[in-house]
């Protein structure tokens, strides 16, 4: 190993270092939202015994990533902080791919230094942070395409076989984005060949087992789809197929505009747009005026193509998609694009003093945006909702898809978690029993209570030693012909706006007290109700 080659692995050895004291504060976090359901699955097919049933996480063909999740916890079942240790693990493997793609397309040794700070700025991206923390299988999209795509692009087919098989086993998604990769890998590299054409994909032959994770994909679809009654590929429950969901050609929907703000807005992400937009601009007047092509100084330029297309190609495909404006499911671009903003800053001729400015600030922007909704742009977009302190943003204002501020939208950043943190100190400081009723609102509710550490009072997802307090909530507490005579009323700062559902509550319970608990700048409101003596 020469002395690049040590300043090189010294380098990301400090930045993987960094990037897991970044993350050493979450640990212990129980996931709310949907979290709770991939790590629920998780934790039930170590429980129930592995199988391609058990691994199928939220009805998604998630089996090879579901397996990395459940193995650590035959160590100790419901061990939160192992499956966190998991996907740092991951995210360690994704970095490393990633600088090993910045290093492919970037081959100069002249810009190695600038390819470490690139790797910082998707290390600290605040999407990719809250990916990692809130378990779903879109983090192992993001992690084995990276991975499938840096074996891909050293040749390395036995290793893009397996991170393949991982990628597409880990969402629907992750076959699309396989299957684009090899795709139009192997038609740049008949383009770049020469000779006559059979000879040309003759060459082509050592690539063709990266075709089987497609292939075995295939098999899987057909199987399940013939031995069960659920389809193998997800789908909205109004949809009758999957491709009901894709809507390519109307990019004026609310859901699509949301996407657009989320990619290339959300958390000072127009900073990198600007660059890419600016560079953008700048080649179209050129070509206008029919002026030469510009040179990426220090860049493989076949690569460079090969990877903007296929950015614009996968962002094209991920956002004809609708659903819910969750980011999770665009974590795969988000280092791409910061790969282009990097080439843009070549193109346009931005010297390497200012341009390991501009890195340096972007992953300081980053940094700020992971823990605080700060970004005056974002702010101006999506608006804010108050959570006690400091104030996030409403990342469902675009599409109304929740009657509120949002609910598992809110995983855009780090502040989320917040949520379980406000939780722990408010029951540690009232010391909840089995019998002691908690109760929110029914639109609330969903997957944010868990079992409680009978030592101390944290959320958990440990089986033993715990206690669960009985939870409600107003629809329940409304059709029940025997409610509980005290409950606590938690006011969840993401609630719906226009809700009522306390109210609803006051022929049957009246308030005697209220605890405001306040914590990483969420405030979290415990209204004691009394059940009124008829």
Known sequence: MNAHERERLFNFVMIAAAFVLLLMPERNYVPIWDGR??????????TDGLSLESLRCAGHPSQGYALLLALPQFLRLGDITLLHLTNVLLGILALASIRVVL??????????RALDGLTVVCAVHPVLLSTLVQPNVDFGVYVFFFAALAALLKQAWRWVVLAGVFLCFSKETGVLAYGAMIGLAAAFAMR???GPLIDRLKRLQPRAMTLFPLVLFGVYVLWWN????????????????????FKWFD??????LSYAAGLFVLGFGWVLSAIIASDALVGGVRLARRQPTRTVAGADTTMLWYLTTLTVVLTYVLTAFRTWSNLRYFALLYPLFILLAFAALLRLGVGPRWRGVVIASVAALFVLASFRSVDPVSRRVYGTFSVGQRDMYRMASITGEYRGPGRDQLVYNLEFTGFHTVQNALFRSMHPNDSTAYATARSVRWNIWSQLDERNWRRTMLRDGVIVPRYWDDEDLLSTPAPPPVVWWLDFSYRPDADSSRERLSAR??????????VAGHTLIARKLVRIAR
């Open 226 to 245: 013939a031995t069960h009654t659920s389809s193998a590929i997800w789908r909205h429950q109004w949809q009758q197929g999957t491709m009901d969901g």
């Open 509 to 518: 319970y009246r308030q005697t007290a209220v605890l405001r608990t306040t």
């Open 192 to 194: 770049r060949d020469t």
């Open 103 to 112: 290093g492919r397309v970037f081959p100069a040794r002249e810009h190695a």
């Open 37 to 46: 359901i991939f790590a629920n699955c998780a934790m039930g097919a170590a």
């Open 251 to 256: 990019l004026s929907e609310p859901v699509f």
